[in-house]
């Protein structure tokens, strides 16, 4: 899971969408907490190990919904301006 927290937080950081969609389509929580839960020696450290990365996805998961909205608004504008000058051209 750490491994994935890093590959996510590095695909933001370039801003590579189609990286984020691939980590997201892999993104397996209920295998990392059967996989933790195997290895944790207290159900207070599994909480407290689970809650840590669930709080770490939620908080890149809401970095990468920014970064996907910010990245349409930008696309959209490009195509306003594209079909503005299109339109002058044509007349």
Not at 10 to 28: P, R, T, V
Not at 38 to 51: I, R
Not at 84 to 89: E, N, Q, W
Request: proline share 1%; net charge positive.
């Amino acid at each position: 899971m750490k491994q994935w927290i890093n590959d996510f937080k590095l695909a933001l950081i370039q801003e590579d969408i189609n990286k984020l969609e691939n980590l997201l389509n892999e993104l397996d929580m209920k295998a990392f907490v059967k996989n933790l839960a195997k290895k944790s020696p207290s159900e207070d450290f599994l909480k407290e190990n689970v809650n840590d990365v669930f709080h770490q996805v939620q908080a890149l998961l809401r970095e990468a919904v920014m970064l996907i909205e910010q990245k349409k608004k930008t696309k959209a504008v490009e195509i306003q301006k594209f079909q503005k000058a299109l339109t002058y051209v044509k007349s």
